[in-house]
T-cell receptor, first 109, second 114 residues
Framework: GQNIDQPTEMTATEGAIVQINCTYQTSGFNGLFWYQQHAGEAPTFLSYNVLDGLEEKGRFSSFLSRSKGYSYLLLKELQMKDSASYLCAVLDSNYQLIWGAGTKLIIKP | GAVVSQHPSWVICKSGTSVKIECRSLDFQATTMFWYRQFPKQSLMLMATSNEGSKATYEQGVEKDKFLINHASLTLSTLTVTSAHPEDSSFYIC??????????FGPGTRLTVL
């Protein structure tokens, strides 16, 4: 079966750095997405990785290792507004998005 | 660019009634639209995929006669929850794609069935 694993909840301090991991087992791979979702709102796009390596975009970076079925989202200089759920999703061989359950990130002052 | 709207943003209805949710791509033509459902503290669950002018493809376990999807144009898709029951209460989110990799999400519709 297809499976996406990510931690249920993480806590970090304002101004710090946090890494949210995601491992996946899917039928085929056409890329991995990270989305941010605030409570009661729809997901917003953060990043898309299809090749191995690190993609940096401002305070957020995303890493992918296809051989390990592994990705992480790195958030730097955390702000209170970064408190949200972070969803990892993989595009499988049928170009269907397989979603993880999301990681709820709690930022403390 | 790539804005998707949903209407209504929230709706409360009585059990047994039907509710229609609209999803519109405002500044682009969406060849494919996706309908998701999300229960509290859970991830998005794909309900169905629809292409303009053709019948929707429903995921396993989703009743096509209960969740009617119409994708009449490249900018509009509708989801009708027929004979809604309290267990249908959820957050319904649509997304639109142009054939590329990315999907653009609407703001979601919160449905509460009394």
């Amino acid at each position: 079966g297809q499976n996406i694993d990510q931690p249920t909840e993480m806590t970090a301090t304002e101004g710090a750095i946090v890494q949210i991991n995601c491992t996946y087992q899917t039928s085929g791979f056409n890329g991995l997405f990270w989305y941010q979702q605030h409570a009661g709102e729809a997901p917003t796009f953060l990043s898309y990785n299809v090749l191995d390596g690190l993609e940096e975009k401002g305070r957020f970076s995303s890493f992918l290792s296809r051989s390990k079925g592994y990705s992480y989202l790195l958030l730097k200089e955390l702000q209170m507004k970064d408190s949200a759920s972070y969803l990892c999703a993989v595009l499988d061989s049928n170009y269907q998005l397989i979603w993880g359950a999301g990681t709820k990130l709690i930022i403390k002052p | 660019g790539a804005v998707v709207s949903q209407h209504p943003s929230w709706v409360i209805c009585k059990s047994g009634t039907s509710v229609k949710i609209e999803c519109r791509s405002l500044d682009f033509q969406a060849t494919t639209m996706f309908w998701y459902r999300q229960f509290p503290k859970q991830s998005l669950m794909l309900m169905a995929t629809s292409n303009e002018g053709s019948k929707a493809t429903y995921e396993q376990g989703v009743e096509k006669d209960k969740f009617l999807i119409n994708h009449a144009s490249l900018t509009l898709s509708t989801l009708t929850v027929t004979s809604a029951h309290p267990e249908d209460s959820s957050f319904y989110i649509c997304s639109a794609g142009t054939g590329n990799i990315e999907q653009f999400f609407g703001p979601g519709t919160r449905l509460t069935v009394l």
